[in-house]
């Protein structure tokens, strides 16, 4: 099973709303991804976290704060978004070592700003 | 910064004809990945290429690494309109990284 799931698909939230965005995987990876993408475009590196620990934040805005309960779990938490937020979020999820790592996707969060 | 350019940025073609996309970098990557992307949805892993000079063969798409692991190829035989969608190839630079450098996107459109 390659399958990451993330919901919820559709978010539509105003400029003071708090919403999470959720990630799931159950391939037993110990390293998962937020991206961001824009239409048409590659996606963008936000987080990763390896050994449910944050590896890596690419000078992210603090409006988005990433979470990893456990090791298949990965939310998003966004507050106070700006319209150009807008955006597909994606999750993938990889193994943690060996000589190179295969990332998997998920469908993606497509989110808009009001 | 590593770059990976891709070429052509779109395709328009009919269903039947063959075409090639290319990934290019003037930087060495250990392993090199293929996706494709449909629209509204996430990238999905077509093939991963790890050794210079390798082949990889998945039905009627042929992935090439080149020799010096600098760039990479993906050719499509008898494009179907399945075949739609973008193609992104993913170098990793440093060999059991998780952080991928991402090719610029080539915009495949196969029309009946």
């Known amino acids: 099973d390659t399958e990451v799931t993330q919901t919820p698909k559709h978010l539509v939230m105003g400029m003071t709303n708090k919403k999470s965005l959720k990630c799931e995987q159950h391939m037993g990876h110990r390293a998962m991804y937020w991206y961001k993408q824009k239409a048409k475009k590659p996606p963008e590196l936000m987080f990763v976290y390896s050994y449910e620990k944050l590896s890596i934040n690419e000078s992210v805005p603090s409006r988005f704060s990433p979470e990893c309960p456990n090791s298949s779990l990965l939310n998003l938490h966004l507050h106070a978004l700006q319209p150009e937020d807008s955006a597909l979020y994606l999750c993938?999820?990889?193994?943690?070592?060996?000589?190179?790592?295969?990332?998997?996707f998920g469908p993606g969060t497509r989110l808009t700003v009001t | 910064t590593q770059l990976l350019e891709q070429s052509p940025q779109f395709l328009s073609i009919q269903e039947g004809e063959n075409l090639t996309v290319y990934c290019n970098s003037s930087s060495v990557f250990s392993s090199l990945q293929w996706y494709r992307q449909e629209p509204g949805e996430g990238p999905v892993l077509l093939v991963t290429?790890?050794?210079?000079?390798e082949v990889k063969k998945l039905k009627r798409l042929t992935f090439q690494f080149g020799d010096a692991r600098k760039d990479s190829s993906l050719h499509i035989t008898a494009a179907q309109p399945g075949d739609t969608g973008l193609y992104l190839c993913?170098?990793?630079?440093?060999?059991?990284?998780?952080?991928?450098?991402f090719g610029t996107g080539t915009q495949l459109k196969v029309e009946l």
């Open positions: 993913a170098g990793d630079p440093t060999g059991g990284g998780n952080k991928l450098t």
């Open positions: 290429v790890v050794t210079g000079g």
């Open positions: 993938a999820s990889s193994q943690a070592s060996g000589a190179f790592y295969e990332q998997y």
